[in-house]
C-alpha cells in the first residue's frame, strides 16, 4: 500500500524464484549429462511460464478491455477539446492543463477554490485520522472486556459508507437535526447551526471533514490494532523495566514502531481526500456557493454535468492532474518512512 | 473475541510472526497504573466513540420507527409511539426488492469474479517465474493511484459502444476491473508467504499448477480471499459514481440509486428515506458481521506482507 510495500513486494516474488524454479535442479545436475538436464530444466521453465501467463490471462484481457482502452482514451482526450456530441475531436494540445492551472478567466480560478479545499481536506482527514485511531486502538487494546463488541462497533462505520450512512448524517444535520437538538439539550445552544451545518458556507467544509474523518476512522483502527497485537513484548517490558511509565512507553516506543503502519493509513487517507469524491457529490453537491467543491467534483462536473459545452478534455485533463498528485504524494510518503525508517 | 481472532490467522501460513507473543498477554498495552480511576476513564472514552460511531444509525433506525408527522416535528430519538408501518410501505410500495435484487446480483458478480481473476494472477506473480512478471505487477499496483473520475467518462462511452451501457455487466466488468489493484496487493502477499517447499513436495508428487493452486494454495490464503470479498463486496453494495451516470431504465436501479431517486423527490420524507436506508445497511452490516474475523486477520496479513 505504501510506496515501500509496493518496491519491496516486487522485488519479493522473485526471491523464492530461482530455489522453486530451475534451482534444485541446477544442483542435482551430474556433469555426465549437463544437456540433457539443461534441455529439460528449460522445458520445466517454459511450461512454468505458460502456466504463468494461463494465469495472469483473465486479469488480463480483462484489463485490456476495461483498463487500457479507458486509460489510453482519458489521456488522450485531455489534450482535445470535445462536448461528447461533436462528431470529432479538436485537438488543443496542452491547452487544457494550462487552461486549469492558470489561462481560463472561469476554470482556473474554480480549480484554484476547489484545489484550497481539498488542500484543507488533506490536510485535516489523514491528521485526525490518526490523532483519533491510534489512541483509540490504545486504548481498546487494552481493555479486557467487551473489546471484540467494541471493534464491531467501532467498524461499523467503514462497512456501511455510502450514500445510505450519507443520508442519516444529513438528516441529524438538518436545521431541526439530531445535532442541533443534542447542542441545544447540553446547554451548547450557541454552536447551534440556524441552516443546518450543511447549509452554512463556514460550517459546510469543516463538517464533510468530520463526516470525512468518522468513516476513516475505523480501517486505520484496525490496522493500528492489528499492529499493536504484533508488537514484541519483550520491548514494551524492557521499556517498563527502565522504568518508562505507560504514556511514556506509549509515546517513545510504540508510536515509533508502528510508524510503517501511520504511513499506510496517512497515504490511503490522502489518496481518498485527493481523489474521492462521492461523499461530497451525495452530501453537498459542492455547495452552499462553492464552498465545499473539491478537485475530484470538480472534475466530474466537467465531464457530466456541464451539459454541451466542450468541458470533457477539461475534466480529463483535471483527472491526470490528480493523477500526478497522488504519486507525487505517494513518492513523498515513501522518501519520509524512508527517512525515519 | 481477541483471542480467538489472534488464534485464528497464522495457523496455515507457518508462523508468518508473533510467535513469540504468549497468548492474552499483552504487558504493555495496559496502563501500569491498573487503578480503578485508570480503568473508569478508559471505559468512558470506548463508550464515547461507541456513541459516536453509531450516532447516525441510531437517529437512522429511529427516523425508520416514526411516522410522518413525528419525523417532521424532529423530537426524540425514541420514537414516540414505534411503528412497523414506514418500513413496510417503504418496502412495498417503492419496489425495494427488485432494487435489492439488482444490487445482490451486481455485487454477487462482482466479488465472485475478483476473487477468481485475481487469486490466479496472484498465483502467477507470487509463484511462478515467466518473463514480464515484475512489470505486470508494478503495472496492477500503479492503477491504484489512477483517479476513478478519470475512467469514469471513457467507461461510459466505451460500453456505449459495446452496447452494454445501462445493463448490470456494463457495471460489474468495470467494478472488477477496478478492484484489480487492491486484490493483487493483497493476494499476491499473502500467497508468497506460503512456504515454497510446500509446491515443491507437491510437485514431486506430481501435482500441476492448477491443482498445486487449488489446494494448497487457495485453502491456506482463506483469511486473505475473505478479505478480497468484503472489500470487494462493500464498496460494490454502495457504488453510486458509475451507477448513476450509467443506469437509466428503473428496472435495472440498485439499490443507492434508488434511495437517491427518492431523495430527489420534491419533498424529503425522512422516515421513509432512513428506512430505505435501513433496508439497504443491514444486509452489508449482516454480512461483514458474519465474515469479520477472517476479515480482521486479512488485513493484517495484508499489513505486514
Not at chain 1, 484545489?115 to 482527514?125: E, Y
Not at chain 2, 490467522?9 to 495496559?30: D, E, F, K, Q, V
Not at chain 2, 508467504?193 to 499448477?209: F, H, K, N
Amino acid at each position: 500500500m505504501s510506496g515501500e510495500t509496493i518496491a519491496s513486494d516486487a522485488r519479493r516474488p522473485s526471491e523464492p524464484g530461482p530455489s522453486a524454479g530451475g534451482g534444485p535442479r541446477g544442483t542435482r545436475r551430474r556433469p555426465a549429462a549437463p544437456e540433457r538436464a539443461e534441455r529439460a530444466s528449460r522445458r520445466a521453465r517454459l511450461r512454468e511460464a505458460a502456466w504463468g501467463y494461463a494465469f495472469v490471462g483473465p486479469a488480463l484481457v480483462l484489463f485490456g478491455v476495461m483498463g487500457v482502452y479507458t486509460i489510453v482514451y482519458g489521456f488522450l482526450l485531455s489534450f482535445a477539446e470535445w462536448n461528447g456530441f461533436w462528431p470529432q475531436w479538436n485537438w488543443v494540445g496542452l491547452d487544457n492543463y494550462a487552461d486549469l492551472l492558470w489561462r481560463s478567466p472561469v476554470h482556473a480560478p474554480a480549480v484554484r477554490e476547489a484545489g484550497v479545499n481539498t488542500l484543507w481536506v488533506m490536510i485535516a482527514v489523514p491528521l485526525l485520522t490518526v490523532a483519533i485511531s491510534f489512541p483509540l486502538a490504545v486504548i481498546l487494546n487494552s481493555a479486557r472486556r467487551m473489546s471484540g463488541l467494541l471493534r464491531s462497533v467501532y467498524f461499523l462505520p467503514y462497512v456501511t459508507t455510502g450514500i445510505a450512512v450519507y443520508f442519516a448524517w444529513q438528516y441529524i444535520l438538518e436545521p431541526n437535526g439530531a445535532i442541533n437538538l443534542l447542542l441545544r439539550s447540553v446547554g451548547l445552544g450557541s454552536l447551534e447551526q440556524p441552516q443546518g451545518f450543511l447549509g452554512n458556507p463556514d460550517t459546510a467544509l469543516p463538517t464533510m471533514i468530520v463526516v470525512m474523518v468518522w468513516s476513516s476512522v475505523p480501517v486505520a483502527m484496525l490496522l493500528y490494532l492489528t499492529g499493536l497485537q504484533a508488537l514484541d513484548n519483550s520491548l514494551l517490558e524492557a521499556a517498563q523495566l527502565d522504568g518508562a511509565g505507560w504514556w511514556r512507553t506509549q509515546l517513545s516506543v510504540v508510536w515509533p514502531l508502528l510508524r510503517p503502519i501511520t504511513a499506510v493509513i496517512v497515504l490511503l487517507n490522502l489518496r481518498d481526500s485527493l481523489q474521492g469524491f462521492q461523499v461530497f457529490l451525495i452530501m453537498t453537491n459542492g455547495g452552499p456557493g462553492n464552498s465545499t467543491n473539491v478537485l475530484g467534483l470538480e472534475t466530474y462536473r466537467l465531464a457530466f454535468l456541464s451539459e454541451l459545452a466542450p468541458t470533457l478534455g477539461l475534466a480529463s485533463a483535471l483527472g491526470w492532474l490528480l493523477f500526478l498528485a497522488a504519486l507525487v504524494v505517494a513518492i513523498v510518503n515513501q522518501r519520509a518512512l524512508r527517512r525515519v525508517g | 473475541m481477541s483471542d480467538t481472532v489472534r488464534t485464528v490467522p497464522l495457523r496455515g501460513r507457518a508462523g508468518a510472526s508473533s510467535g513469540a507473543t504468549p497468548r492474552g498477554r499483552r504487558p504493555g498495552g495496559r496502563p501500569a497504573t491498573g487503578t480503578v480511576v485508570a480503568r473508569t476513564v478508559i471505559g468512558l472514552l470506548l463508550a464515547a466513540y461507541a456513541a459516536i460511531s453509531l450516532y447516525p444509525f441510531l437517529w437512522m433506525v429511529s427516523a425508520a420507527f416514526k411516522d410522518n408527522q413525528e419525523v417532521v416535528s424532529g423530537g426524540h430519538l425514541l420514537p414516540r409511539s414505534p411503528t412497523l408501518q414506514t418500513l413496510a410501505d417503504t418496502w412495498n410500495k417503492l419496489n425495494f426488492f427488485d432494487y435489492f435484487l439488482n444490487s445482490l446480483k451486481v455485487t454477487v458478480l462482482t466479488t465472485v469474479l475478483v476473487v477468481v481473476i485475481y487469486a490466479a494472477a496472484s498465483y502467477a506473480f507470487a509463484v511462478l517465474r515467466f518473463p514480464g512478471r515484475t512489470a505486470l505487477y508494478r503495472l496492477f499496483l500503479v492503477l491504484l493511484f489512477v483517479p476513478g473520475v478519470v475512467t469514469l467518462l471513457p467507461i461510459v462511452l466505451l460500453e456505449h459502444e459495446l452496447d452494454i451501457l445501462g445493463t448490470h455487466w456494463g457495471l460489474v466488468l468495470p467494478f472488477v476491473n477496478g478492484s484489480a489493484p487492491l486484490a493483487v496487493l493483497l493476494l499476491t502477499n499473502s500467497f508468497s508467504s506460503i512456504p515454497g517447499e510446500l509446491r515443491e513436495s507437491a510437485r514431486v508428487d506430481g501435482a500441476g499448477e492448477p491443482r498445486i493452486f487449488a489446494t494448497i494454495y487457495l485453502p491456506l490464503a482463506r483469511p486473505a480471499l475473505i478479505t478480497i470479498a468484503l472489500l470487494t463486496a462493500i464498496p460494490t453494495w454502495n457504488e453510486y459514481q458509475l451507477t448513476r451516470v450509467s443506469l437509466n431504465d428503473p428496472d435495472t436501479y440498485t439499490l443507492p440509486i434508488a434511495l437517491q431517486a427518492m431523495r430527489s423527490e420534491n419533498v424529503v420524507q425522512y422516515n421513509s428515506l432512513m428506512a430505505a436506508a435501513l433496508i439497504m445497511v443491514v444486509p452489508v452490516v449482516i454480512l461483514f458481521f458474519s465474515a469479520q474475523r477472517y476479515f480482521v486477520n486479512g488485513l493484517m496479513g495484508a499489513v505486514k506482507g
